[in-house]
């Protein structure tokens, strides 16, 4: 059963999908019914960093053996990491909409997301403009490496010197500190660990139907 | 005069080569003097502060990156075999990025003088702007350097620079702009501190992932 964990994922996805809307909720003013956002918005940060990290994991592959399979999946991983990071974004400006009552606040963590898009959408800008696989490999690699640790940086320390509106910060509960009750965390952390499972099989299959479309690319 | 150290010979080498062309920095000097005549033209009399501000650092921005493309893009692809006989990699990324913080700073303080001059000093605390001016210049090389490394490397230079560099370089001009708006609010130097702590800490960064991965670059 080398595939469980795909059906894993599946499955952990929908019972958070269905559960996330049938389950009983804490009721906290503001937030009301949208806390269960959690369930859905949380976990698309969580999978956007872990394929980002294998992304990066992949590009030091590449640099140390001059891989160029292992170039294209730290690619691919990153291509499904920004339709995560899309996700999120959206899910969390529809959240922001009915509880700040606006879809996008100059607030450090929306910041940090926008850097984060620019940051590997400037990864897509390198990949494309260089022909040459090897070069490219070399390139971008070493871009890979060093905005995820930059990015990681930013996202890590620099939200932590300024206030800001978003739930854990300058004041404001966090999910976790008293409202996330069990009840919660029974649907929250399967719907992190099905997302990141279904993640990495999406950046399986980008890579799969590359490789058949280009058979000649497998080195 | 010649050293033996080879870190310090890399830096000599660098420094006569970027002296010889000294047509670019000009370029980048006289974009800044342009931006600020403009600027004073269009305002007629002291801008809002953070108005100022604001000009100020996006005219220095793009005159940094003009200026850091240049340090590797200006490099024809035949000579980065020749200085590899000479000196090592990494030696060579030190001096690059110590002789672009040069230019940045010179840069940033002959801004901020033209700015001075053109549009006034609408600056409370003269001497923590100053200080964050310095450290926020230099500190935009470590990103620069990097950056320019791997653009010079791809086809299309100079367009490639901005949008790799701009983003990295985001944060750091948001460390930059909190900073240089308590100087410009007459904020006192205990209150500067954090903020130029931290300007600091994002330039150390790059600097040392840029020491890591300039050997996998350098392969011609």
């Given at each position: 059963?080398?595939n469980?964990?795909?059906y ?18 804490p ?7 949208t806390?269960?956002n ?39 991983l990153?291509?499904v ?6 996700a ?46 090897e ?19 930013f ?25 996330l009750?069990n ?37 | 005069?010649k ?9 000599q ?5 970027e ?26 009399g ?46 060579w ?8 913080s ?30 964050t ?11 620069l ?36 708006t ?8 205990s ?27 350098w392969?011609?």
């Amino acid at each position: 059963m080398k595939n469980a964990w795909k059906y894993l994922g599946l499955a952990l996805v929908g019972y958070s999908l269905l559960a996330g809307i049938l389950s009983d909720v804490p009721r906290l003013p503001i937030v009301n019914e949208t806390i269960r956002n959690l369930y859905y918005h949380v976990p698309m940060w969580f999978t956007m960093i872990a394929l980002m990290g294998a992304s990066f994991g992949y590009s030091i592959g590449a640099l140390r053996t001059q891989s160029l399979e292992r170039d294209r999946r730290a690619a691919h991983l990153s291509e499904v990491a920004l339709v995560f990071a899309v996700a999120g974004l959206l899910t969390g400006m529809l959240w922001a909409k009915f509880t700040w009552g606006a879809f996008w606040t100059p607030d450090p963590k929306l910041n940090g997301t926008a850097i984060t898009l620019l940051i590997y959408l400037a990864y897509f800008v390198l990949r494309s403009s260089v022909d040459d696989p090897e070069k490219r490999l070399r390139l971008s690699a070493t871009y890979n490496i060093f905005a995820f640790v930059l990015m990681v940086v930013f996202i890590g320390v620099l939200p932590r010197l300024t206030d800001s509106l978003h739930p854990g910060n300058g004041g404001n509960p966090a999910f976790g500190s008293y409202d996330l009750d069990n009840r919660m965390r029974m649907v929250f952390y399967p719907a992190v660990f099905g997302w990141i499972l279904l993640g990495f099989w999406m950046a399986q299959l980008r890579t799969r139907i590359e490789n058949a479309a280009n058979p000649l690319n497998l080195d | 005069m010649k050293t033996q150290n080879p870190l310090l010979r890399a830096i000599q080498l660098e420094w006569a080569l970027e002296f010889r062309q000294k047509s670019a920095f000009a370029a980048a000097l006289l974009f800044v003097a342009g931006s600020a005549f403009l600027a004073s033209k269009s305002y007629a009399g002291v801008p809002p502060s953070k108005a100022w501000n604001a000009l100020l650092w996006v005219v220095l921005l793009f005159s940094a990156l003009h200026a850091a493309t240049r340090s590797f893009a200006g490099v024809p692809h035949s000579r980065w075999w020749l200085i590899g006989q000479w000196i090592q990699p990494v030696h060579w990324l030190w001096a690059k990025a110590l002789v672009t913080s040069v230019q940045l700073v010179v840069l940033g303080l002959s801004s901020l003088g033209l700015f001075a001059l053109l549009l006034g000093l609408p600056v409370g605390n003269v001497s923590g702007f100053v200080a964050t001016v310095v450290l926020g210049s230099a500190g935009l090389s470590g990103v620069l350097t990097t950056t320019a490394a791997i653009a010079a490397q791809a086809d299309s230079r100079a367009s490639l620079m901005a949008v790799l560099s701009i983003p990295l370089l985001l944060p750091t001009l948001a460390t930059i702009q909190r900073a240089s708006t308590l100087a410009v609010a007459g904020l006192p130097w205990s209150e500067l501190w954090m903020p130029l702590g931290s300007i600091a800490l994002l330039a150390a960064v790059p600097a040392v992932l840029g020491t890591l991965l300039f050997p996998y670059l350098w392969k011609p």
